[in-house]
């Protein structure tokens, strides 16, 4: 993995932006985040200079990335790439069964009886965040490996920062990422795609077979990143120097 990733080409890639600990700095609680104006200021300028083939790619919800963005509403895909957003607003779900309720009970009650921990109930699953308590990580872990063994095939365990999380197991940001390569205003362009964290290594992959810029934000796990930045301020900069170029 290289230190430091080559300047975006404005005018000939295609960018794809994971959101918490990539643009803005992860929070105690997921509710904490919201965008500030520099990051909206970036996003909204790189729009225009990429003609539109820029996307968010998050674990949140489509609704949570328009809460921590608003009142802007970008192309992106949610819940790990469950859900899609397309340039022109509608928006496309992967097939997947529900999410057991006696499973989705389990879950609240688990989280219920911690009271440091918090549960994420999505539209295609739900995530256990134990960022509040972090020396419950195996605890945490058993518990959420036993509901995905109660389950049975069909949903895949993330193991992320701080968060445990079931989602459907055909949908991961990868596949997200090539679905929006495959259509207009992403298709033919350089991908790049930019996460920091383990969720987002499926992602790096296919923007690698794509021949693309996989960036990891941080240092210190293994990764099929290419390239790394060491924080968001980091990712910001290099950000800012794209629109920069663009306009030379």
Known sequence: MSSHPPAIDAHNSALFLDVDGTLLDIEEHPDDVVADDEII????????????????????????????????????????????????GSIEATEHDALPESVIERAMSFATERKELLLEKKSAGVALHYRAAPHMQAECRRFMKSLQADIGDGVRL??????????????????????????????????????????????????????????RVGHGDETAARYALPDVAAVRQWLADATRSADE
């Open 41 to 88: 200021s970036l996003l909204l300028a790189l729009q225009t200079e990429l003609d539109a083939a820029i996307a968010l790619v998050s674990g949140r919800t489509i609704e949570e990335i328009d809460r921590v963005f608003s009142p802007h509403r970008f192309p992106a895909a949610g819940e790990h790439g469950a859900r899609i957003r397309w340039p022109d």
């Open 158 to 215: 993330l193991e992320g920062k701080m968060v445990f999380e079931l989602t459907p197991g055909g949908s991961n940001k990868g596949a997200a990422v090539s679905a929006f390569l495959a259509a207009p205003p992403f298709k033919d362009q350089l991908p790049v795609y930019i996460g920091d964290d383990v969720t987002d290594e499926d992602a790096f992959d296919a923007v690698n077979r794509a021949g693309g810029y996989s960036v």
